[in-house]
Each structure stands twice: as structure tokens, then as C-alpha cells.
């Protein structure tokens, strides 16, 4: 048995997960398990008990609100294990701590970087965490009542609810994250963009990311994506924040997986901030530029995208330098499907392109060690280029 499995108790464990009850509702076999499991069990098509194989003849299911009640006054007392690492506090006093409007930033500190290290030295903590409802409040901390010219103390409360928040939200259902849709919370999240550290505005772009990437919480990214304040912040970091560069380069990729969002995107800019960032990346950040490349041919995917990628004077030039790299091929692909798709209708484009020497960056490429796959789209694109050139 190892040390997670003596801190809860058995009959706080879901028979299925084998993890903390969340939602513990009771089949008609008398038996209790936690709804999102059980659901699960049911859905796949299963029509009989987990625990004993009776034949489910009724698949209604009732809260278990005695065993909830239980499993909440455990929590408030703290498993014997975060004790120990927290001495002489419990949970529910950590929660007060952030809760209340008496408690000074530094007491809120203090209580943040508590909770960090029950988050990092027992991850199996984060079930207790999260029943007590903490992500919500660590979120309402984070876009709570801030203003323009934040105190260095209150950006810290800030900087660390946003690092616990962000440690949780994998082990979390993302409804809590919908708090962003309010006015009040888009505004927050607009100043912090403009006035947060370096650390706040990366975490804050993980955060996107995370809203982007999930089909929980699709309303919420079509509402950051209509944000046109954010996507500027945003744009503006990976242009000139080199700390936070990489962070929003993802945060402009995983927003731009929602077709609704790509026009706004490259209304604010992104097209034009990816290319700079191609252009000249910051020398520790190289690894982002793949990333780049990758977020620019899908915005390529789109009329106005192709026409920002031709119309900036580095656009096509940039693409064409990332076919053919000695190092690795990172990038290639991307580049390569980007040129494709831009080059098909604009003499333009195809002018600049073999005007850059992308002919020779795909003859390189061809005899280089990259994938089957690359080499079948860059003798696409060759045989593209010179069919029209012949036939301009």
C-alpha cells in the first residue's frame, strides 16, 4: 500500500477511480460510487454493478449526502499527512486566510507558498485542494479588484495564486474557468496582460492556452477571442516581451484552433507578430520558433492571413529561410504547407519566394534526412512553383 492509499481512508474512495469521492451517489445495489465514474461505466455500455455484476434493472442514481458531509469534515480537518508537512494549520484556516479581506498581503503570501508545497510534495493533495473549492478562490484572487498601477505586494498575491491555480487546473474540472466570461474578470485579465510581471503575463498565457485546448470550455475561448483588447496584449507580448514570447506564441496557436477566432487574430496583428518573432527570435528561445511557423500556417488558413503574410515585407522571406535548416527540420513542414497555400494564387508571393532562393531551399531539403512526408510536400510545392512560373 503506498502512502496515498493510507492517507484516505478506504470508504472515501471510489471503487472505480480509487480516487477521492467528488459527487458520491448510491445505485440501486446499494452500492456507492463517484458520479463522473459511474457515469463513465454506464456510458461505455456496461449495464451492471462495478462491484457486485448485479444486473442494473434501475440505473438511477442518488446523492450520497451523508457520505459527503463525512468526506467534508475530513477535508476541513486536513489529512494527517498535510499536517505534517503544514504544521499547526489546517486546510479550512489556509481558506479563511485567503478568503478574508482582513488578511494582509503577506499573510496571503505566506499562506500561497503553503499551499505550493502541498501541491508540490504530496500531488496526490490536490483531490483535498480542489474538494475544498480553492481553484475558484485562487482564480477570484488572481482577477479579483485589480487596478492599473497594482502594489509590488498585491502582484505577488497575484504571481503565486496564478502558479497554484495553473498546478490544479489538470487535476480540475474547467467550469470554475467560465468567471473569465464575466466583464469584470476580462478587464482584470486585459491589466495584467499590460502591467503584470514577466511571470504573470506567461502564466496568464498558459492559462488561455489551457481555455483553448479544451472542448470544456469552448464558449469561454469564442469570448477571448472577441476580446480585441486581449488579443493586442497578447500579440503585443510575443513582439516585445522576450520572458513571455514563447507562452504567447502558444496562446495564439491554441486560440487560433477555434475558426471564429482567426480573423480577429489577424485584425490585431498576429500575423505580423509570429513573423517578427521568426524573424528575430530572442537567442534563448529558438525552440519557439517551430511553434511560430506551426501558428502561422494555420492562420494561413485564411484569406486575410495569407494576404498579412504576403504584405509584410518579411513574410515570405521568413518561411522560405525555415524550409532548409542544417540543425533539424523543425519548422520545415509548417513553412513548407505555408508556401504551398500562399504561392497558389499570388504571383506575388511566388515572385518573392524564388526571388529569396526557395527553389534551392527545397532542393536542399530533398536530400536531406527529413521525413517522407516533408519531401512529398516540398516536390508539391517545387513542381508548383515551376509549372506556374512557366505558365507566367
Known amino acids: 500500500m503506498n502512502e496515498a492509499e493510507m492517507v484516505i481512508p478506504h470508504l472515501f474512495r471510489c471503487p472505480i477511480s480509487l480516487d477521492l469521492f467528488t459527487d458520491p451517489v448510491t445505485l440501486s445495489t446499494g452500492q456507492t460510487y463517484d458520479r463522473p465514474s459511474i457515469e463513465k461505466w454506464l456510458a461505455a455500455g456496461n449495464l451492471t454493478c462495478p462491484v457486485t455484476m448485479q444486473k442494473l434493472h434501475d440505473p438511477s442514481m442518488v446523492p450520497n449526502h451523508t457520505l459527503r458531509h ?9 489529512p494527517q499527512s498535510l499536517m505534517e508537512i503544514i504544521p499547526g494549520r489546517s486546510l479550512a484556516a489556509m481558506k479563511i486566510s485567503l478568503q478574508s479581506q482582513e488578511s494582509s498581503s503577506e499573510n496571503k503570501l505566506e499562506t500561497l507558498k503553503a499551499i505550493q508545497v502541498l501541491i ?8 483535498f485542494l480542489l474538494q475544498l473549492g480553492l ?7 488572481v482577477f479579483g479588484e485589480v487596478e492599473d498601477n497594482q502594489s509590488r505586494e498585491s ?3 497575484v504571481e503565486e495564486s496564478l502558479s497554484c491555480a495553473l498546478k490544479l487546473l489538470p487535476f480540475s474540472e474547467l467550469g470554475c474557468l467560465d468567471m473569465m466570461k464575466e466583464q469584470s474578470k476580462l478587464a482584470s485579465l486585459v491589466v495584467l496582460f499590460k502591467h503584470g510581471t514577466p511571470m504573470i503575463k506567461t502564466g496568464l498565457c498558459n492559462l488561455v492556452e489551457a481555455v483553448s485546448s479544451s472542448s470544456e470550455t469552448q464558449d469561454l475561448c469564442a469570448v477571448l477571442g472577441a476580446t480585441h483588447q486581449l488579443l493586442r496584449e497578447i500579440v503585443f507580448i510575443v513582439h516585445h516581451d522576450c520572458e513571455a514570447s514563447e507562452a504567447g506564441i502558444r496562446a495564439i496557436s ?3 484552433s477555434l475558426e471564429s477566432n482567426k480573423e480577429n487574430l489577424i485584425n490585431e496583428g498576429a500575423v505580423d507578430g509570429l513573423i517578427s518573432y521568426i524573424s528575430n527570435p530572442p537567442v534563448q528561445e529558438k525552440s519557439a520558433v517551430p511553434l511560430a511557423v506551426a501558428a502561422l500556417e494555420v492562420l494561413s488558413g485564411v484569406e486575410s492571413g495569407r494576404e498579412a503574410v504576403i504584405n509584410n515585407p518579411s513574410g515570405v522571406k521568413s518561411l522560405v529561410k525555415m524550409i532548409f535548416k542544417v540543425s533539424d527540420h523543425e519548422g520545415s513542414e509548417n513553412a513548407v504547407s505555408s508556401l504551398l497555400v500562399i504561392c497558389s494564387d499570388s504571383l506575388r508571393a511566388r515572385e518573392e519566394a524564388i526571388s529569396e532562393g526557395v527553389l534551392t531551399q527545397l532542393l536542399l531539403l530533398l536530400q536531406s534526412q ?6 512529398t510536400k516540398a516536390r508539391m510545392l517545387l513542381k508548383h512553383l515551376r509549372s506556374k512560373r512557366n505558365m507566367d
Open 135 to 141: 481553484l475558484p478562490l485562487l482564480l477570484e484572487l
Open 370 to 375: 527529413c521525413s517522407g512526408r516533408i519531401k
Open 120 to 127: 508540490d510534495e504530496l500531488p496526490y493533495g490536490n483531490s
Open 254 to 256: 491554441a486560440l487560433s
Open 70 to 78: 463525512l468526506i467534508d469534515e475530513w477535508l476541513q480537518k486536513g
Open 155 to 157: 502582484l505577488k498575491v
